[in-house]
């Protein structure tokens, strides 16, 4: 069989470009560690400042790079697991829960959520903040909706607020008896609130990942996540991970 049009084709010289810096991100830089100027880069390098970027823009893509707001490039963690496999069940804060309680307040449910619960749209409820970290660094977001059904030993209205609240919220819903959760998993663009919480540029991608956790034959809580795509991998238990690309 002949050679094909795609096969014939070059290398683009960014993409040749990537493959040295990516080198380099092994051997010479650790994680977190600042990267040169776009100026240094190229001139290092030897390429135009526009090949340079789009060989950076592609390696931030991949999750070897970020580019952090005041602080500029740097080189990105390894990627976090998000464990989307319903095998193990847990209510949030149990265990090894790696999510930082950030704040506890009364509100009301989007529409979509109140529905997965069973409750009217104007009916108030628990909504717990946690955020997830790597390197010190965030990468998910988690805003987690409780129906005081499902916390009678407090009121959405008159439980404290904060991280105080956030864990008293927590503590109460695992009085309950976890009989499963199931999860869904969406690709989505970053709101306003979540790229300024999780360091990115609104519209950046993210993975949406929303769990119902089920007990006494109906939803008790259900939790949406947002995990940086370019930071975050979908684990799937014992059948392996799958790479997310941006």
Not at 119 to 140: K, M
Not at 170 to 199: F, I, K, N
Request: aromatic share 4%; glycine share 10%.
């Amino acid at each position: 069989m002949g050679t094909t049009q795609l096969e014939a084709a070059p290398e683009p010289k960014y993409w040749h470009l990537r493959n040295v810096i990516g080198e380099a991100l092994d051997t010479e830089f650790a994680v977190g560690e600042i990267l040169p100027n776009e100026r240094e880069l190229a001139a290092r390098f030897g390429v135009a400042r526009a090949t340079l970027r789009q060989a950076l823009e592609q390696l931030e893509l991949e999750g070897r790079l970020q580019r952090r707001r005041g602080v500029g490039t740097t080189v990105a963690p390894p990627r976090v697991g998000v464990d989307v496999s319903t095998a193990a069940h847990a209510w949030p804060g149990v265990g090894d829960d790696t999510w930082q309680p950030v704040d506890g307040v009364a509100g009301r449910a989007p529409s979509a959520v109140a529905r997965l619960l069973d409750i009217r749209s104007a009916e108030p409820v628990h909504i717990v903040r946690r955020l997830r970290l790597s390197a010190g660094l965030p990468v998910a977001a988690e805003l987690l909706y409780v129906p005081e059904l499902s916390v009678p030993g407090l009121t959405a209205t008159g439980a404290a607020g904060g991280p105080t609240g956030a864990r008293a919220v927590l503590r109460e819903l695992q009085r309950l008896s976890l009989d499963g959760q199931d999860r869904s998993v969406e690709l989505g663009s970053a709101r306003a609130d979540d790229a300024r919480e999780l360091d990115r540029l609104p519209g950046s991608p993210v993975l949406v990942v929303t769990t119902r956790y089920l007990s006494a034959g109906r939803t008790a809580a259900v939790s949406v996540a947002t995990y940086r795509a370019d930071t975050c991998r979908l684990t799937f238990g014992d059948s392996g991970d799958l790479a997310m690309a941006s």
